[in-house]
């Protein structure tokens, strides 16, 4: 809903008598008019805006920067001491972005492609799984309470908890899931030193961090469709499954549309699953976009530039995400 | 809530129902409860693992076989209190979190606010950056970040890295208040002009008051955020004594040979708190989140 509760035109806020100076000139006075009109907008939001400005803003721009040269931790300006190191690294250009594109560097397009199985698939895992659960949960069924709060309870658990935890599940020796191969007789799996094995244990710990909040989020908005309308298809003879299609699914939609979105971020971003199950191995099988360019900056020769513009990529890429997902949802007619 | 037995929605294509009658067929029933079983287990095996494994003396974890227990001793957990830092690196995550909360919450309060009642120029690319921050991985800001806080000499400081939080929990913070006001209806505000007090004065006494459950529920999300952190506390802080819980316990797993023992007590000693607040207010918070994201 759009509350507009910004102050009516000729009743300017109290508190600032003796301002404005009659309003006498037309043009000086209409900007004045608007700034104390607004005065207390942008009085709130001051601190916010500075924050952003200082703390995200200027980091950003010298992202940006550093992604056009060839910084490293040995070519940046420092002080060692009282020594002043200066800088030492020249501007490339578009040369970062180049010789990732072109393979040359990052293996970015492997990469890419792994980031995208791991984005659709866990997602898609999600939003299934979360809305399997919230139809079942949403029936009336003894012990709802109880399921519920159990199936919420991965959402509960710090992430990298969660992920030092599997690590042990998925132990060669000791874990818990080579142990039950064992009493039936199968041999161990090497879950976690296996490239495809490692994808799959890597899914799986994700899948389980997110799938609570799905349900929950799905459990809200399928409490949020009327009644009714399954009453009429009922009375229409629609069946169950005409229901889910037609008055379920679009029902959900606002509900739908921004879980799913911002899960793919969250997913696509994901780190400390990568970063502390498998540290990205073996060998860089299961290294995201994201931890990559991470290790790309806090390891080995520290190529600050590189991982600029491995970040810059990201951002693009997801950006673009976004905005065509949201014009498609606009144009099928979604609230959001 | 759900209402009456009779409007249950159809979960499973195919499993179609006669109308009407309030009882479901036994199988269909007896179906329900097997898939709600096995996804609560699914659920809770993994943390009851790490507790039952935590509760099993010291180096008994490296046992190829399944027990549930195995003489149930605090041995990991005496040993993970006694001879470690985790008292320490708890400390120190609490301080950071919390340093987060309170100036996100201090920061964005006001923002929320004005973004929810005021229509102002410059509210539409506000609202823009406070979206397209949350989708900033985390390797963009990382680097210059690093750069600017060693330049300040904050590498490895409680402060630099709660300022470096404050990226992810200011515009979440404000983005999550503005739903929070939306819920509070205009009226208030309205009454509070009429009886003379100063937009200021309306917000800080009659509507801030209001808001305090979703404002509680915007501190545990930006607390749990921080407190979760990993890629930014691993590559700026650098000593033991700094370190937080994410950063401190990846020493218990080597890469030669993991203390799954103390791993697990000390997982069990972080989540337990954390989790028993999350169950309480899990419903608050999915209310809260969609009061968040389902705007605009």
Redesign the interface.
């Known amino acids: 809903?759009a509350?507009?509760?910004?102050?009516a035109p000729g009743a300017p806020?109290?508190?600032r008598p003796g301002r404005g100076g009659g309003g006498a000139r037309a043009a000086a006075g209409r900007l004045r008019r608007?700034a104390s009109r607004?005065f207390?907008?942008?009085?709130?939001?001051a601190?916010?805006?500075a924050?952003?400005a200082v703390?995200?803003g200027?980091?950003?721009a010298?992202?940006l920067y550093?992604s056009l040269t060839d910084a490293t931790e040995a070519t940046?300006g420092?002080?060692v001491g009282a020594d002043e190191i200066p800088a030492a690294y020249d501007v490339v250009g578009a040369g970062n972005y180049l010789a990732i594109l072109s393979g040359e560097v990052g293996e970015f397009w492997p990469r890419l492609a792994w980031t995208v199985v791991w984005t659709v698939v866990c997602v898609a895992c999600h939003y299934g799984?979360g809305l399997?659960?919230a139809?079942?949960?949403?029936?009336?069924?003894?012990?709802r309470a109880?399921?519920r709060?159990?199936?919420?309870?991965?959402?509960?658990?710090?992430?990298?908890?969660?992920a030092?935890?599997?690590?042990?599940?998925f132990?060669q020796?000791?874990g818990?899931f080579?142990?039950?191969l064992?009493?039936v007789g199968l041999p161990a799996v090497p879950w976690l030193n296996d490239p495809f094995t490692a994808k799959v244990a890597v899914i799986v710990v994700n899948v389980?961090m997110g799938?609570?909040f799905m349900m929950?989020?799905l459990?809200?908005g399928?409490?949020s469709i009327p009644?009714e309308h399954?009453?009429a298809a009922?009375v229409d003879g629609a069946?169950?499954?005409q229901?889910?299609v037609h008055i379920?699914l679009p029902g959900l939609r606002?509900?739908s549309a921004?879980?799913v979105l911002?899960g793919t971020?969250w997913t696509?971003?994901q780190?400390?699953v990568i970063?502390?199950v498998t540290g990205g191995g073996p060998g860089d099988s299961t290294e995201l976009?994201?931890t990559y360019?991470?290790r790309m900056?806090?390891s080995g020769i520290r190529d600050?530039g590189g991982?600029?513009a491995?970040?810059?990529l990201?951002?693009v890429l997801?950006?673009a995400m976004?905005l065509v997902y949201q014009r498609a949802f606009r144009r099928g007619g979604g609230a959001? | 809530m759900v209402s009456a037995e009779h409007t249950t929605t159809p979960a499973v294509r195919g499993r179609r129902r006669r109308a009407g009658p309030r009882t479901r067929p036994r199988a269909a029933s007896l179906a329900l409860h097997g898939v709600l079983l096995c996804a609560s287990g699914a659920a809770v095996l993994p943390v009851v693992w790490i507790v039952l494994t935590s509760l099993k003396p010291r180096g008994a974890w490296q046992s190829t076989r399944i027990e549930l227990f195995h003489d149930p001793s605090p041995a990991n957990y005496v040993q993970v209190l006694g001879s470690t830092s985790f008292l320490t690196w708890f400390a120190n995550s609490l301080v950071v979190a919390g340093g987060t909360t309170a100036l996100a919450l201090l920061l964005a309060a006001t923002t929320g606010y004005a973004l929810s009642r005021f229509r102002f120029p410059g509210m539409r690319p506000l609202l823009w950056t406070l979206l397209v921050t949350q989708m900033f991985p985390v390797a963009i800001l990382i680097v210059p970040l690093y750069n600017v806080l060693s330049g300040l000499g904050l590498i490895n400081t409680h402060l630099g890295l709660t300022l470096t939080y404050l990226t992810i929990a200011v515009p979440f913070s404000a983005w999550m208040l503005r739903g929070t006001f939306d819920t509070i209806p205009v009226e208030i505000d309205e009454a509070g002009r009429v009886d003379g007090l100063s937009p200021l004065g309306t917000f800080w006494r009659l509507v801030l008051p209001l808001a305090r459950p979703g404002l509680a529920v915007v501190a545990f999300y930006a607390f749990i955020t921080a407190w979760g952190e990993v890629a930014y506390a691993t590559a700026f802080l650098t000593t033991d004594a700094t370190a937080t819980l994410a950063v401190g316990l990846g020493q218990f797993v080597g890469q030669q040979k993991a203390e799954w023992g103390m791993l697990s007590a000390a997982s069990v000693l972080i989540a337990a708190p954390a989790t028993v607040v999350f169950l309480l207010v899990q419903r608050h918070l999915v209310a809260g989140l969609a009061a968040g994201s389902g705007k605009s």
């Open positions: 809903m509350t507009t509760l910004s102050p806020p109290r508190l608007a607004h207390y907008a942008w009085l709130l939001v601190p916010v805006a924050v952003t703390l995200i200027v980091p950003f010298r992202g550093l940046v420092r002080t799984l399997g659960l139809l079942l949960l949403q029936r009336p069924v003894r012990g109880a399921y709060v159990a199936m919420v309870l991965p959402w509960a658990v710090p992430p990298f908890v969660t030092f935890t599997w690590r042990f599940l132990n020796d000791y818990v080579n142990a039950a064992g009493a389980w799938v609570p929950l989020a459990l809200g399928l409490q009644r399954y009453e009922r069946s169950a499954w229901r889910f379920t606002p509900v921004p879980v911002l971020i696509f971003n780190f400390p970063y502390l976009l994201v360019a991470y900056a806090f600050y991982s600029a491995y970040g810059m990201i951002l997801l950006a976004a959001w």
